[in-house]
């Protein structure tokens, strides 16, 4: 039951700092966009495409893939490096690790399930305000299902994470 609790507590924390990041960014970018000349536009000049479910999947993978390996090295280094921009504004790796060091026990856990199975989806893929995708769904672990819900942004031609909400039920 203590166990439980943690995780809860872990999880809200997690929800916190990842929605005042993204909050954050949504103030701090108030409807601007700068163009490839540096000028800036309250216009938008590119509209990403909504990634379709097998492009959806392959990000899922590959930002849960980070965030285990990250938990199992307990460094999050490689895993920060596919922040947007605006996020590694408002954050550092210790930070990170910092508001994941919960789920540090649970390392091999969430390695096996995002390692050994494809990510179930909940919604359908959604670009929302400031053009940012929101990708919901969970994996199995054990009894359990580790609910995610992942922000990007597009930048550089690919999508970087710009937040990241983890519940464990």
């Given at each position: 039951m203590k166990r439980r609790w943690c995780i809860v507590l872990l999880v809200i924390?997690?929800?916190?700092?990842?929605?005042?990041g993204v909050a954050g960014f949504l103030w701090q970018r108030s409807g601007q966009r700068?163009?490839?000349?540096?000028?800036?536009t309250s216009?938008?000049?590119?509209?990403?495409?909504?990634?379709?479910r097998k492009e959806a999947m392959a990000l899922i993978s590959g930002t849960m893939k980070?965030?285990?390996?990250?938990?199992?090295?307990?460094?999050?280094?490689?895993?920060?490096?596919?922040?947007?921009?605006?996020?590694?504004?408002q954050t550092t790796p210790e930070a990170v690790a910092k508001a994941?060091?919960?789920?540090v026990p649970f390392a091999r856990d969430v390695q096996q399930s995002v390692t050994s199975g494809d990510p179930f989806?909940?919604?359908?893929?959604?670009?929302?305000?400031?053009d940012v995708l929101t990708l919901q769904g969970y994996y199995r672990i054990a009894a359990t299902?580790?609910?995610?819900s992942l922000q990007y942004l597009y930048e550089d031609s690919s999508w970087k994470l710009?937040?990241?909400?983890l519940e464990v039920k």
């Open positions: 924390l997690i929800t916190v700092v990842c929605a005042a700068q163009t490839a000349t540096g000028s800036t216009e938008q000049s590119f509209a990403p495409a909504v990634p379709d980070s965030f285990a390996q990250g938990l199992m090295k307990n460094d999050f280094t490689d895993f920060y490096k596919t922040f947007s921009s605006m996020w590694k504004k994941f060091e919960g789920f989806i909940n919604a359908k893929p959604a670009l929302g305000a400031k299902k580790m609910m995610f710009l937040g990241m909400n």
